[in-house]
């Protein structure tokens, strides 16, 4: 890197988070009880059957009880600890893996599904439980207003002001166990890479826009991760 202390912009996406159990999008024969990703996950979907959202969402929550994060979760935490220069963390995952394994820079781009939104009253509240068509809100009192809080097909994602803003201004971004089938997340690499940074990327068998990175490391993140954290940090020292 010509630059030191660099800024570094991480996104990861459900590869990252496959060998503590949790399943990938895309992965396998891609179905969920016969349903495809994209038809439990769009406010369509929400509005036409609330009760078969609620369900996916709930049975991924529960998971989350019996899931822990792994090597690759808690090495992107200790670079952010050791890292002298800028650093932030992207997640397109839902789930609560990263801030589990120690990780405080960190926008949930795509929503957190720990979390239950009122629209009624647009408060967000922690949820480890169910949510149901007839749970109140904790804030509010409103039936029937929660959802989890999810960023679905057709809505913006969070905090992209911010996530830009990184992106035009760090010198290496990194991209970890992400298909590069969905947007905004898949264009960063572009980004980034148009204002000057160098780019990588970590997954199981090369993203669809593999060939925007300026390197690929095929395998698995649990250990490709920290195998390149160790590296990063061998060379501050
Ligand atoms: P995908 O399921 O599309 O892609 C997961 C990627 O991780 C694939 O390229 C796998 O090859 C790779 N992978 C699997 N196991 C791995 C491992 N152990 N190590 C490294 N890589 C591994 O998941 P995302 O790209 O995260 O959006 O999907 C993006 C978005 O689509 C999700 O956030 C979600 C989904 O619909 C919303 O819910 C809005």
Same mark, same amino acid.
């Not at 804030?139 to 959802?147: F, H, I, M, S, T």
């Not at 097909?153 to 166990?177: K, N, T």
């Given at each position: 890197?010509?630059?030191?202390?660099?800024?570094?912009?991480?996104?990861?996406?459900?590869?990252?988070?496959? =060998?503590?159990?949790?399943?990938?999008?895309?992965? =396998?024969?891609?179905?969920?009880?016969?349903?495809?990703?994209?038809?439990?996950?769009?406010?369509?979907?929400?509005?036409?059957?609330?009760?078969?959202?609620?369900?996916?969402?709930?049975?991924?929550?529960?998971?989350?009880?019996?899931?822990?994060?792994?090597?690759? /979760?808690?090495?992107?935490?200790?670079?952010?600890?050791?890292?002298?220069?800028?650093?932030?963390?992207?997640?397109?995952?839902?789930?609560?893996?990263?801030?589990?394994?120690?990780?405080?820079?960190?926008? /949930?781009? /795509?929503? =957190?599904?720990?979390?239950?939104?009122?629209?009624?009253?647009?408060?967000?509240?922690?949820?480890?439980?169910?949510?149901?068509?007839?749970?109140?809100?904790?804030?509010?009192?409103?039936?029937?207003?929660?959802?989890?809080?999810?960023?679905?097909?057709?809505?913006?994602?969070?905090?992209?002001?911010?996530?830009?803003?990184?992106?035009?201004?760090?010198?290496?971004?990194?991209?970890?166990?992400?298909?590069?089938?969905?947007?905004?997340?898949?264009?960063?690499?572009?980004?980034?890479?148009?204002?000057?940074?160098?780019?990588?990327?970590?997954?199981?068998?090369?993203?669809?826009?593999?060939?925007?990175?300026?390197?690929?490391?095929?395998?698995?993140?649990?250990?490709?991760?920290?195998?390149?954290?160790?590296?990063?940090?061998?060379?501050?020292?």
């Amino acid at each position: 890197m010509d630059q030191y202390p660099a800024r570094i912009v991480v996104l990861t996406g459900a590869g990252i988070s496959a =060998e503590s159990g949790l399943a990938t999008f895309r992965g =396998e024969d891609g179905l969920w009880e016969g349903h495809r990703v994209e038809d439990v996950a769009t406010p369509e979907a929400f509005g036409r059957d609330p009760a078969l959202v609620h369900k996916f969402y709930n049975a991924r929550r529960a998971q989350l009880a019996e899931v822990e994060p792994n090597a690759a /979760h808690l090495a992107l935490a200790r670079l952010e600890a050791e890292w002298p220069g800028a650093f932030l963390l992207v997640t397109q995952n839902v789930d609560n893996l990263h801030e589990r394994a120690g990780s405080k820079q960190l926008i /949930h781009m /795509h929503g =957190e599904n720990s979390k239950a939104w009122c629209i009624a009253c647009d408060r967000r509240s922690p949820w480890s439980a169910p949510i149901g068509e007839d749970s109140p809100c904790p804030e509010c009192r409103a039936v029937g207003a929660l959802r989890p809080d999810i960023v679905w097909f057709g809505e913006m994602p969070y905090d992209m002001d911010r996530i830009e803003e990184a992106l035009r201004d760090c010198d290496l971004f990194v991209s970890i166990g992400t298909s590069g089938a969905v947007y905004p997340a898949a264009g960063f690499v572009q980004t980034a890479r148009y204002c000057g940074a160098r780019t990588l990327e970590m997954n199981l068998e090369p993203s669809i826009g593999s060939i925007y990175f300026g390197e690929s490391r095929i395998g698995r993140a649990g250990e490709l991760v920290p195998a390149w954290v160790d590296e990063l940090l061998a060379a501050t020292s």
